[in-house]
């Protein structure tokens, strides 16, 4: 274990699962990745993940939230009710990001289904 992370032979990542509704159980899934090839996975968790998760998370539909950084990018599982109009949850999740500062270097990150 490395400072809340896991090391899994030369790898460092850090996974963290914020669960909004635990009641709700068939979702629909957003993905958001990011590349940063430069930073290591706590630099990704620190610079990165938790500027993203802040803005993300006041966004509207969201249900559980799932991160994991590890060195070179960032992955993020967004989870909303099986009701909820995905197009519009897409919108809304590129619209914040776009709004989002990044370092030098590192690329918008792509929101896929």
């Not at 993905?31 to 630099?43: F, I, K, P, T």
């Not at 990704?44 to 950084?69: C, M, Q, W, Y």
């Not at 109009?85 to 776009?98: C, F, G, I, Y």
Request: net charge positive; proline share 4%.
């Amino acid at each position: 274990m490395h400072k809340g992370g896991y090391i899994l032979e030369r790898y460092t990542f850090y996974h963290r699962q914020v669960l909004i509704n635990p009641f709700l159980l068939a979702v629909q899934l957003l993905m958001v990745s990011l590349r940063a090839s430069s930073y290591q996975a706590d630099q990704v968790k620190h610079d990165l993940t938790k500027p993203f998760e802040e803005a993300i998370r006041k966004t509207n539909g969201i249900v559980n939230l799932e991160t994991t950084s590890y060195d070179g990018g960032l992955l993020m599982n967004l989870y909303y009710p099986m009701n909820y109009k995905m197009s519009k949850a897409e919108q809304d999740v590129r619209m914040t990001l776009n709004d989002a500062i990044l370092p030098d270097r590192i690329n918008q990150p792509t929101v896929t289904r």
